[in-house]
């Protein structure tokens, strides 16, 4: 019968170590189990300030962008304004230099050649024709060159105003 109490002890005592290790590893896990969970929870936090950050920047950088857009469209314009005063300048010359051409219609370049009474008088009228002429078409092509500068700035700024 000693024995047997002696086994039944070692048994209870072998129980309840292995209760007691049993305990301590349950306790052991669940904390670990708890920790984990908080660093979840802080991670989670933390990805969800970096997004609002991140929704915050790109906020921002629209907003910079649309400004950029806008200033880059008031410099287009403010271009226009000035290519348009300085087309206006030179049309007004050229319609100036086609009415006086118009009310002249008598005057042929030739006649005026021809009619110088010495060689110097010839040349230098030719000279003069010849710059006269090439300044014309200088102008005509300046005004024409102007009128489609002015055209394509003025689709670029439509085309800016509806991306806006």
């Known amino acids: 019968m000693r024995k047997i109490r002696k086994i ?3 048994c209870m005592i072998i129980s309840a170590i292995t209760f007691v290790s049993y305990a301590a590893d349950l306790n052991e896990l669940q904390e670990q189990k708890q920790n984990i969970q ?3 929870d802080e991670s989670t936090q933390n990805l969800t300030d970096v997004n609002n950050e991140l929704t915050e920047n790109l906020k921002q950088i629209q907003k910079l962008d649309e400004s950029i857009q806008k200033a880059e469209l008031t ?3 403010k271009n226009l304004e000035k290519i348009k005063k300085k087309y206006d300048k030179q049309k007004n010359l050229l319609d100036t230099r086609l009415v ?9 370049y030739l006649d005026v050649v021809l009619g110088a009474k010495s060689i110097s008088d ?6 003069l024709i ?6 014309d078409m200088d102008l005509l092509e300046l005004v024409e060159n102007e009128k489609k500068q002015i055209e394509n700035k003025q689709n670029q700024i439509n085309k800016q105003k509806k991306d806006l």
């Open 100 to 108: 006086a051409m118009y009310e002249t219609e008598n005057t042929n």
């Open 8 to 10: 039944v002890l070692i």
């Open 130 to 135: 010849s710059e006269i002429t090439s300044y």
């Open 122 to 127: 010839f040349i230098s009228n030719y000279y």
């Open 38 to 40: 908080e660093k979840i």
């Open 75 to 77: 410099k287009i314009e």
